[in-house]
């Protein structure tokens, strides 16, 4: 995944479609299963629903997004710029002016 915000935003809306629908797919068998049996009941089905499906949404979305986002950071790439103050062995005399010189990309893993 290249650091570039659609393509992490694109990740974000699938995951979130994705975790929607099996939320209210969630949501809708539990309505579908629980007796109606008055007011009261229908409102602690309802309530029963709600939270179930917000569970079923977040744990698909929390770890989606999450992944979708790790995924984004480790997809950069670091250069470390010259000239960075480097520590050497030696004594103190010997470490100054000691510097980086330009390094190759490295990923983040």
């Known amino acids: 995944m290249p650091l570039i915000k659609p393509v992490l935003d694109t990740a974000v809306k699938v995951t979130l479609n994705t975790a929607f629908a099996a939320a209210m797919t969630d949501f809708v068998a539990v309505i579908k299963t629980s007796p109606a049996k008055g007011n009261d009941a229908e409102a602690l089905n309802l309530t029963a629903a709600i939270v179930s499906a917000s569970l079923v949404f977040s744990n698909i979305a929390g770890p989606g997004?999450?992944?979708?986002?790790?995924?984004?950071?480790?997809?950069?790439?670091?250069?470390?710029?010259?000239?960075q103050a480097v520590a050497t062995a030696g004594s103190p005399a010997a470490q100054v002016g000691a510097t980086t010189a330009p390094s190759p990309p490295a990923l983040i893993v």
């Open 65 to 83: 997004i999450s992944t979708a986002v790790d995924a984004y950071i480790r997809s950069q790439t670091i250069i470390t710029p010259p000239g």
